[in-house]
């Protein structure tokens, strides 16, 4: 691969044929979650139109400039980043606005699904580790492993000081009291 970064269409088609070749019954989940829905996708400056037109994968680039229909799902480098280094949940990025999904309550669930079997088999699968491989080379690292500690600092000082709370307020028990 060159070191140019590719456009989040080349990504998308080339994560979707190595687990089609490596999983199809994975690809096939996929497509029956999508179903005939049109979906857009961002990142960083990419923009795509994804959709399944009966078992073939579209993919269209999309104008900067152009509307994001719902359903949307948007996000930067560095989140996908921190995702495949297991630095980062999905439903942590989501929860703090690094992954921005827009649509009906079912579009976002299936949005969350797709995202899940993605990440799921880019850990197991060889082909699609060398994808995700490829796709670290073009993102730096700088500071990821710092902001998941300092996350998991500020998540421990936060319950340290709801369990104080509740122990105080006599809504739980002392470490061994009965």
Not at 19 to 24: D, K
Not at 65 to 83: E, I, W
Request: glycine share 6%.
């Amino acid at each position: 691969m060159s070191s140019d970064p590719r456009h989040l269409r080349d990504w998308i088609i080339a994560l979707y044929a190595a687990l089609q070749e490596a999983e199809p019954h994975r690809a096939q989940a996929i497509r029956k979650l999508a179903g005939t829905q049109i979906s857009r996708m961002v990142l960083d400056e990419d923009r795509v139109t994804v959709r399944f037109d009966k078992d073939m994968l579209r993919v269209t680039r999309l104008r900067a400039t152009a509307s994001l229909k719902s359903p949307n799902g948007s996000t930067d480098r560095q989140t996908v980043t921190a995702l495949l280094l297991g630095y980062l949940e999905i439903s942590e990025a989501i929860s703090r606005d690094f992954i921005r999904l827009r649509g009906t309550a079912d579009e976002v669930m299936t949005i969350c699904a797709i995202i899940e079997i993605l990440v799921d088999a880019s850990t197991r699968i060889p082909a699609l580790q060398g994808l995700a491989a490829a796709f670290l080379e073009t993102t730096g690292h700088g500071g990821l492993r710092a902001d998941r500690r300092t996350r998991i600092a500020q998540s421990r000082f936060l319950a340290e000081k709801e369990t104080d709370l509740l122990r105080r307020e006599g809504l739980l028990k002392a470490p061994g009291g009965l």
